[in-house]
C-alpha cells in the first residue's frame, strides 16, 4: 500500500533520465483520453429505470343468508390484493331493534339501533360445531385462517362456519340478531410480518408459520 509519509520532505538523489517526461506526457495524454471515453459513454448511456409498486392486501368477505331459517352460512374471505395474504376474522354479535333481519340501510351498516344485552351461544344462537378445515379459533377470539389465499381474488377454500338463530331464543322474538363478520388481512411474505404484527408477543395468537407456510395458531384450549 503506498504511504505518502514515506516520501514527504525527502529529495530525489538521482537524476530523471531524458526520455521519462516524454513517456509521462505520453501517459498523462492516454490518461486524458481513457477520462474523455469514460465521460463520452456516462454521457450517452440510457439509464435503467426500475419501478417498485407496493404490493396490498385487500379483504372482502362474502357470506350467504337465509332469513325464513335465520341462518349465515358460506362465511369465506376473499383476497382482492396484490399479494398472498393470511385472513382472520372477529364475529361481532348484536340485538338491533328496527332491523331487517339480513339487511342493511347503507351497504356497511345494518340498519336499526343496537339494544342492550349480548347474544349467547347456545341460548339465542348456535354455531356449527366444527369449523372449516384451516379455521382455528384463537386464544385472542379471532378466527385465523391458516392457509396464504391467493391474491387478486383468492379466497378461503372453505367457509368458517354457519350460524343460526334459535327459535326458542325469547330475545329473537323481539329483536333481530346482528352478526358482523370483520376480516383482517395481511402479507403472506416476509413471514415476520404475520409473526410479528399478529403474533403472540403482540396480543395474537400465531406461534410460528409452518410447513407450506401453515400458521401454527395458539388456541385457548
Known amino acids: 500500500m503506498f504511504d505518502r509519509k514515506e516520501y514527504e520532505g525527502k529529495r530525489a538523489l538521482r537524476r530523471w533520465p531524458k526520455w521519462l517526461p516524454v513517456v509521462a506526457a505520453l501517459a498523462l495524454a492516454t490518461a486524458v483520453t481513457v477520462g474523455g471515453?469514460?465521460?463520452?459513454l456516462t454521457a450517452h448511456t440510457n439509464s435503467?429505470?426500475?419501478?417498485?409498486?407496493m404490493g396490498?392486501?385487500?379483504?372482502?368477505?362474502?357470506?350467504?343468508f337465509d332469513p325464513d331459517a335465520g341462518t349465515k352460512s358460506e362465511i369465506k374471505v376473499t383476497n382482492n390484493g396484490s399479494v398472498e395474504a393470511y385472513v382472520r376474522v372477529a364475529l361481532?354479535?348484536?340485538?338491533?331493534?328496527?332491523?331487517?333481519?339480513?339487511q342493511y340501510n347503507d351497504g356497511e351498516q345494518p340498519g336499526g339501533d343496537i339494544v342492550a344485552g349480548t347474544p349467547m351461544e347456545g341460548q339465542d344462537?348456535?354455531?356449527?360445531e366444527n369449523l372449516g378445515e384451516g379455521w382455528v379459533l384463537g386464544s385472542d377470539?379471532?378466527?385465523?385462517?391458516?392457509?396464504?389465499?391467493?391474491?387478486?381474488g383468492g379466497k378461503t377454500e372453505t367457509s368458517l362456519c354457519t350460524i343460526t338463530v334459535l327459535p326458542g331464543s325469547e330475545k329473537a322474538a323481539e329483536y333481530n340478531l346482528d352478526v358482523q363478520v370483520l376480516a383482517d388481512s395481511i402479507q403472506a411474505a416476509p413471514e415476520t410480518a404475520v409473526?410479528?404484527?399478529w403474533g403472540i408477543d403482540n396480543d395474537g395468537s400465531v406461534e410460528r408459520v409452518g410447513d407450506k407456510g401453515a400458521l401454527v395458531i395458539k388456541t385457548s384450549n
Open 37 to 40: 471515453t469514460l465521460a463520452w
Open 48 to 53: 435503467v429505470t426500475n419501478t417498485f409498486t
Open 56 to 64: 396490498n392486501v385487500d379483504p372482502d368477505v362474502e357470506e350467504s
Open 92 to 102: 361481532v354479535f348484536s340485538w338491533r331493534n328496527g332491523a331487517v333481519a339480513g
Open 125 to 128: 344462537y348456535e354455531m356449527s
Open 141 to 152: 377470539g379471532y378466527y385465523y385462517y391458516t392457509k396464504p389465499v391467493a391474491p387478486k
Open 195 to 197: 409473526t410479528t404484527m
